[in-house]
């Protein structure tokens, strides 16, 4: 249980450092004087700002969930990497796509819905063959301790 509290508590963590980050990148690339939390379309669904900002940072609390929780796949040992890699992508992915939906960062319709699925995508390949390749870097130092 406790395990599982450490998840959960590091994974809104960072995505709502995340999520701000993003948030903040975006305002200033957009020549935006104002800080907003998402889109402006999404900011201005709200009364005000800071209700805006506080349902923000409840999704990216959840989006890091997902991907906190999401990381337990690999913890299935019996499992070929393969199967959970590709367990993985597709829980991350249907998890994932309605929260991104509802942080207002696309609209819900098939054209953007398949560029979003091909930006997740590539995002989801080049994150996980820099994992791989860091993990196979780590076995190579590891055998060549054991040699020793």
Known sequence: MKRYLKIGFNGAGIGIVVGYLMALIFSWLFGSSSFYASRPGFVDSFNNSLTAATVSTGLWA?????????????D????SITKQTVIHL??????????????????LN?????IYTLIFIAV?????????????????????????
């Open 90 to 107: 597709l829980v991350t992915y249907v998890t994932f796509t309605p929260l991104a939906i509802l942080c207002g960062w696309f609209p």
């Open 124 to 148: 989801y390949v080049a994150i996980w063959s820099s994992e791989f390749q860091a993990t196979k870097r780590e076995i190579r130092r590891l055998n060549r301790l054991l040699k020793h």
């Open 62 to 74: 959840l989006i890091g969930l997902v991907f906190g929780f999401g990381g337990l796949i690999f």
């Open 110 to 114: 098939l054209g953007w819905i398949g």
């Open 76 to 79: 299935q040992e019996q499992w």
